[in-house]
Structures are given as structure tokens and as C-alpha cells.
């Protein structure tokens, strides 16, 4: 067992709110003891999470007492309170853990087996749990005499983003959102989104309209897509729907929200945002309809861009948003008054004028409240960054004091790296949760703010006249970085900073089980290093290798790098993101690669103590492609340069080598269950029932991590490699080739003295590409090869010339 002392575990957090919190949540008083009147009965959650003990420690079943207390055992917040179990004896449980909610219950289940147990939790895919170092039954090991309380700072932990359903979510059957429910129980969160299967709820409304299941084919995106065809940037694409799949998700979404409610949680719902088929133009040709602009296709093709927006000032707009609220009741029931909307997200009004504004707000909160008196609008603040030069404080205010005070929540989406907050004197008095965005589509790449995370919310609610109301995590996709995972829910129960550099000791010894001096010293320097980013900049993977330029190399490589390759530009009130073409992709790096190189050896000198850990093979796989990717990137500079110094024979040997470590990447990522393209194609296939469900499923799947989008003969899609991915299989059979056709064309032009032709290489790579989403070639599920040994090999490679 793993010897820890924390004192500041010992301490009884009973400290109140500060003046400048109260004023918030006296805004949302009411909206709290309403969704605490709901939540079910005591003895319900308290079996609720019994169950969840059983499936995380059914060797312990029998050590724990749960037990659901009131708010005002807890100084009127809500806490969990880990005590010893009294007359504790072989038979009888150990510890008691009392909570105001099954919720927080699980949190103080987690916080004593991190705490007092050194175990680890984290997802499946980035190594599972580590609970070897929890004692056996009948040895746990006591609290303090008085136990453990510690209340929430701030009443809710936020989860989700509104993509995160097709980036991560999209493949999963109920035994996959299990765990992830259990996980987010285990992590404290309270408020997370629930959007799956709400296209069904959406055909049923429909057709009250007198909209056909035929007008829905082209209105409802195909599964991969749905994010995107629900905010009204796309429709068709990836489609259509089966009923297979309607009926599917609609069970499943039941499923989702039983559990959620069971354990206290409190799902937000999505409502009306305008977003409507093309048929409802025939149907109501008065409606106040207008086809917005394109959102990244190519060419404006209206088979996938162009949706149509119903304006919220039209008196339909309030009879389609009501009848959605009511059918979800009718079908969940009353389960939450929280619904997300976001109408204006990447899609601004069309006249900045703040009346106009308001006017807008108030209809779609009516169209929300119509159906429920109760219903608070959740809305993510995206907007107020991504476009923060039309959204100034005039048209900011409007929308913000468009409804009554308190019934409106607004995701402060980017505070860990563009907190709109500070610059909006908190929201104009709205309550707020600050998040962290973190990921975008849910690329796989070592990164994070720690420092950040472990003291912006403190700062922002400790703040004057702060109107905060909870902390939460809003990343595009899952599965990745598990330690920015594993500290930024814990920032729900902390009402003080967190010293990281000590928290991540403690980190390292519960991740892998034990003390391994290397293994804490390689976090020392990742923490200033690769999880200390401050130089303001998004992070989105665009490495070369996942991301290869489409560049034409007769153009200065070195002129005028920008800080960031993908732009957002603004063109008939759509936002686009697109490559710039007049400078090359700069991909991020932030932190010094002989930092990550060091934190490499020592994590492989740790080999020889954790070689059996699977938490440990995840993080040496993931830091060894790191650091490769990273070299890549020079790599590929020195082909262009020696290009443009005509070198044949230079630009031959640095094509190889950047070819050769796409090659050792992939041999490395197979060898670890985790970064295998099989796996994501599986579970797509599994979800289908039909041939033509399997072969659409798979085209989804692939087509989302690869091209995203349309494409021409001779352009690529806006958005290609957005969602990229470092999985194995993917790199072999899809990057590599891409570089390859690259760098031949590359090499016949200087040995045939001809001009390098950039329109015929997107000729052939888009051909290629087509026919690989295309494609049914089954890929590994399982790993093959020695993760320790492959990652030593490459080392010694690379790195100790």
C-alpha cells in the first residue's frame, strides 16, 4: 500500500461563499431547489451508486456505506463527508461516505480512494484505472477523527461540448456510456449534456408540421455529422438517417438519461434553435425562412451547405420550439429545466442592432418556456470570442439581458485560454460557468495548461462581483491528455489553488501504482514543458504528418509564419475556417523539444520498474509519438528547403526520413490497444444492422478523421485533417501515401527539370483519399509488439546520435 500524507485532506472546508459568489447563485436559487426537488428519492441514489461501486470495486462492495444527507448537514452547499464506519468490524462496512447526492457521494468515493488509497481512474483509452494499490477488505485504511468534508465552491460541473457527441460519442452502445457515466460521476460532474437521439424526438415534431421522413433524408446529417447538420452548418452530408438508427438512439438516450438522473445529475437538453428542412418553406411560405451562407464546401455546392434558418421573431419559431420541449417531456419526462441553445453560434443576426438582438433572445427563451415555465437557457459563449467583433457590449447585453435574470447560463467556453469574463464585467451580471475547451476535434496530442486549470476558476470566483457559477470541461473530443482530465473536475470541490508541481507527484505514484523516481522527474519537466502553454494560441493539432500541407513548395517556407494555419474567416454571416495560401502551416509548439526528449529517456529508464502498467504503456506511446511528430516537422522543412536549393539527392533522403518515422510511429502505436484505427471502424460497423447501414456507417467514420468534407478533383476539402487522428492504420494507409505522392512529385521535378505541378498532385491525392473512405479493409483491434522495447528502438534511433 502506498504510504500518503495530505494534509490538506484533514481540513474541514465549512469556509462561505464570498460575497461576490452569493450574488450569482441568489440569481439561480430558485433553478437549484427546484432540480433538487426532482432528483429521486434517497434510497434510489444511494443504490444508484452501490451499483456503480460494484462495476469499479466489486471486491469492495461490502466496505463502504453510502448514505444521501441534506444541504444543511453540509453548512447549506452541497458536499460529500467521508467518515469511519462506527463498531467497524470484519463484516461490517469501513467507511461511510455521505453526500447530498449519489453524485457527490461518487465524488467521495473517488477523492478516498485518490486520496487515501493512491489509486487512479481515468478512461479505458488512456489506460483505464489503477486500483492494485487499494488494501484488500478489512484493511482500509482510516480518516481522521472527524472525516472529510468537503463542499462544492460552486454548484455545478459542466461536461461536454455540443460536437463532442460525433468527435467521441457517436460509435458508442449503452455499455460504453455506462462507464463514461460512472466516470463522470466518479469525477463530480453534474450538469452534462444530453444530445443524443434527438433526432428522433425532432422527426416526430416534424411530421406534426406536416414534414415528410422523405424531407428529413436531406435535413438530418449522416451519423459522424450530426453535430454540425443539428447547429445548421451542413445537412445532408453523411446521410441519411435509417430509422434503424432513429429508433436506436432514442432507446439508447432513455438509457443515458436514467442513469444520469439515478445518480443525481441534472441533463441539459437541447432545444429549438431555428435550424429547419427545406420543405417547411412550401409548407408555411410566409414564415420569415432565410437560407444562410456557405459553411465550408468547397465550391458552395447546396446539396450540403445553405441551411435554412427560421427566424425567432416569426410566430413559428415559438410553436416549433414549445412542441420540441413538450415532446421530449412526453418522452423522457420532467427530468431537467436546462436546455442548451445556441442559435447564434458561428451564425450571427442579421443586423447588429441591439433591439433586434433582444428581440431574438426573448423569442427563443419563450419558445423554450412555453413548455416549461421553469426552463433556463444554457448557452455556449463561443460566440462572444470567435466573433468578438460583431459581438460588442451593446449586441453582448441585449442578448445576455434578453430573459429574466437567472434563466440564463452562459459557457464561458475558452477561460482556460480566452476567458471573456475578465473583459465583460462577468457576462453584464449573467451567471457563468468557466470551462475549459482544451481539445478541437478531437485530435490526439500532449497538451494542456495546468497551471491554468489549477487556479483560473479560484481567480474568476474569488473575483469582485463575481457572477460564477460552476467550473466545467467543454473539449471537441475524449480519451486523451488523462491528466488535464483528472485535475480540472477536481477544481468543482477546490476552493484554494493547487500547487501542481506537488499534485503531480502525488499523480504520478497513483497513475502507475508506485514511486518511481524517473517517472516523477518526467513529469516535473512535462509540467514546464509540454502541459504549460502560455503563449494564448488554440491548440489544434497540425503537425505535417496528420495535416500535410497543401502547399506549393515554389513559395517562401520561412517568410512569414503565422501563428496559427487555420483562420477564421467571416462571409455572409458564416464563419469558415481556412488555410491561408500565402504563407505555410506553422504547427504549434509551444515548449522546448530537448525538454520532451529528456522527459522521453527518463520515461523509458521508468520501463524497468512499470513495463506491466498499462497507464504507463499509454503515457510512454503517447510521449514517444509526441516527440517524433515534432521532429517530423523539421523534417519536412528541410524537403522544401532542399527543394528549393534543387538537391535532389537532400530531398530524397529527408523524404525518407520523414516517411520512415510516419512508418516507426505506426509499428509504436500498434502496440498499444488505444491508438488503433480498427477499433473506431469496429464500433461503427457493430452499430449497424443492415449491409448499407455497415458500408454508410464505415464511409461516416472514415471520411470524418480524414478529407471531413467535400471535395473537387482538384481541392481539397476546407476542413481536411481537422479531426485528424494518430491512430495506427491510419497512418500507414493514409498519411504515409499522401506524403509519398508529395515527395515524388517533389523528386521527378528536379530530375526531369520540370516545374512541380501542385494541381496534379491534388488530383491524385484526392482520388486517392476518395477511394480509401470509400474502402472496407478490416484493421487491427488489438495491439501487436513490445510498446517498451519498439519505443526504446526509436530512441535510439533518433535521438542518442
Known amino acids: 500500500m502506498l504510504n500518503f500524507k495530505f494534509s490538506f485532506i484533514i481540513l474541514l472546508l465549512l469556509l462561505p461563499l464570498s460575497s461576490s459568489s452569493s450574488s450569482s447563485l441568489e440569481a439561480i436559487e430558485g433553478v437549484i431547489n427546484r432540480l433538487d426537488a426532482h432528483k429521486p428519492s434517497p434510497l434510489s441514489q444511494e443504490s444508484a451508486v452501490k451499483a456503480l461501486l460494484n462495476r469499479l470495486l466489486p471486491t469492495h462492495f461490502s466496505s463502504f456505506q453510502f448514505k444521501i444527507i441534506s444541504k444543511d448537514a453540509c453548512g447549506g452547499n452541497s458536499c460529500f463527508w467521508i467518515t469511519n464506519y462506527k463498531n467497524s468490524s470484519n463484516k461490517s462496512p469501513e467507511i461511510l461516505i455521505k453526500g447530498t447526492t449519489a453524485v457527490e457521494i461518487a465524488s467521495g468515493l473517488h477523492w478516498y480512494i485518490k486520496y487515501l488509497c493512491g489509486a487512479h481512474v481515468s478512461w479505458d483509452k488512456t489506460g483505464g484505472v489503477q486500483i492494485a494499490s487499494i488494501p484488500p477488505p478489512g484493511n482500509l485504511p482510516p480518516v481522521v477523527k472527524e472525516g472529510i468534508m468537503i463542499q462544492r465552491p460552486v454548484p455545478w460541473n459542466y461536461y461536454q461540448n455540443v460536437v463532442t457527441s460525433s468527435y467521441s460519442y457517436v460509435w458508442w452502445d449503452w455499455e460504453r456510456w455506462e462507464k463514461e457515466i460512472d466516470w463522470m460521476a466518479l469525477q463530480g460532474i453534474n450538469l452534462p449534456l444530453a444530445f443524443t437521439g434527438q433526432e428522433t424526438i425532432w422527426q416526430k415534431v416534424f411530421m406534426d408540421f406536416n414534414i415528410s421522413a422523405q424531407d428529413l433524408d436531406t435535413f438530418f446529417g449522416g451519423p459522424a455529422f450530426l453535430a454540425w447538420a443539428r447547429m445548421g452548418n451542413l445537412h445532408a452530408w453523411g446521410g441519411p438517417l435509417s430509422q434503424n438508427w432513429l429508433d436506436q438512439q432514442l432507446i439508447l438516450q432513455k438509457q443515458i438519461l436514467s442513469r444520469m438522473i439515478e445518480l443525481g445529475m441534472t441533463p441539459v437538453l437541447p432545444s429549438f434553435s431555428g435550424n429547419v428542412p427545406a420543405a417547411l418553406r412550401d409548407i408555411f411560405p410566409s414564415a420569415n425562412i432565410t437560407r444562410l451562407g456557405d459553411w465550408n464546401t468547397v465550391n458552395g455546392n447546396p446539396r450540403w451547405c445553405c441551411t435554412y434558418l427560421l427566424d425567432p421573431s416569426d410566430p413559428l419559431f415559438i410553436q416549433i420550439g414549445e412542441a420540441f420541449i413538450k415532446k421530449q417531456i412526453k418522452e423522457y419526462g420532467d427530468v431537467t429545466d436546462i436546455y442548451n441553445c445556441d442559435t447564434f453560434n458561428e451564425n450571427s443576426p442579421p443586423t447588429s442592432d441591439p433591439t433586434y438582438i433582444s428581440t431574438l433572445g426573448s423569442a427563443v427563451y419563450e419558445a423554450m418556456s412555453k413548455a416549461n415555465k421553469d426552463a433556463v437557457w444554457l448557452m455556449q459563449g463561443w460566440l462572444f470570442y470567435s466573433d468578438s467583433s460583431f459581438w460588442k457590449p451593446p449586441q453582448m447585453k441585449a442578448l445576455l439581458h434578453s430573459v429574466p435574470f437567472g434563466k440564463m447560463i452562459v459557457l464561458d467556453l475558452f477561460a482556460d485560454v480566452k476567458p471573456v ?8 451580471g449573467t451567471p457563468y460557468v468557466w470551462c475549459m475547451l482544451h481539445n478541437f476535434g478531437g485530435n490526439i496530442e500532449m497538451y494542456g495548461v495546468l497551471d491554468t486549470l489549477a487556479s483560473g476558476p479560484i481567480v474568476a470566483r474569488v473575483s469582485e462581483n463575481s457572477t460564477m457559477v460552476g467550473v466545467g470541461m467543454c473539449m471537441e473530443g475524449i480519451e486523451h491528455n488523462p491528466v488535464v482530465y483528472e485535475l480540472m473536475p477536481e477544481m468543482a470541490f477546490r476552493r484554494d489553488k493547487v500547487h501542481v508541481a506537488e499534485w503531480l507527484k502525488i499523480y504520478s505514484r497513483r497513475r502507475y501504482g508506485k514511486a518511481v523516481k524517473q517517472a516523477e522527474s518526467a513529469w516535473e519537466i512535462l509540467h514546464r514543458s509540454i502541459y504549460n502553454c502560455t503563449d494564448g494560441i488554440a491548440d489544434h493539432n497540425t503537425d505535417y504528418i496528420v495535416k500535410f500541407p497543401d502547399w506549393d513548395p515554389y513559395l517562401s ?21 481556412t488555410e491561408s495560401d500565402s504563407t505555410l502551416p506553422q504547427p504549434h509548439m509551444w515548449y522546448s523539444a530537448n525538454d520532451a526528449i529528456v522527459a522521453l529517456k527518463l520515461f523509458i529508464d521508468a520501463g524497468e520498474d512499470l513495463a506491466g502498467s498499462l497507464t504507463y504503456r499509454y503515457d510512454l506511446v503517447d510521449l514517444t509519438r509526441q516527440v517524433l511528430s515534432k521532429l517530423a516537422n523539421q523534417v519536412y522543412l528541410d524537403v522544401l528547403s532542399a527543394f528549393q536549393r534543387k538537391d535532389l539527392k537532400a530531398v530524397e533522403s529527408h523524404s525518407q526520413k ?3 518515422i510516419i512508418t ?4 509504436l502505436l500498434a502496440s498499444d490497444d488505444n491508438f488503433l484505427l480498427g477499433t473506431w471502424l469496429e464500433s461503427a460497423k457493430r452499430l449497424a444492422l443492415t449491409p448499407s447501414e455497415k ?5 461516416n467514420a472514415r471520411t470524418q478523421v480524414t478529407m471531413w468534407y467535400d471535395t473537387t478533383k482538384t481541392n481539397q476539402s476546407q476542413l481536411h485533417d481537422y479531426a485528424n487522428k494518430f491512430w495506427s492504420g491510419l497512418l500507414m494507409d493514409y498519411y504515409l501515401p499522401r506524403a509519398s505522392m508529395y515527395f515524388n512529385r517533389l523528386s521527378k521535378s528536379l530530375r526531369e527539370n520540370k516545374r512541380f505541378d501542385i494541381v496534379e498532385w491534388r488530383k491524385e491525392w484526392i482520388s486517392y483519399s476518395n477511394k480509401w473512405q470509400q474502402d472496407t479493409k478490416v484493421y487491427p483491434v488489438k495491439a501487436q509488439g513490445d510498446a517498451l522495447a519498439i519505443s526504446k528502438s526509436l530512441f535510439q534511433k533518433y535521438f542518442e546520435k
Open 557 to 577: 517556407i520561412y517568410s512569414s509564419f503565422p501563428k496559427q494555419d487555420i483562420i477564421t474567416t467571416y462571409s455572409n454571416r458564416r464563419f469558415m475556417l
Open 695 to 699: 458500408r454508410q456507417y464505415e464511409w
Open 421 to 428: 469574463w475578465e473583459s465583460s464585467s462577468q457576462f453584464y
Open 658 to 660: 520523414f516517411e520512415q
Open 664 to 667: 516507426d510511429i505506426d509499428e
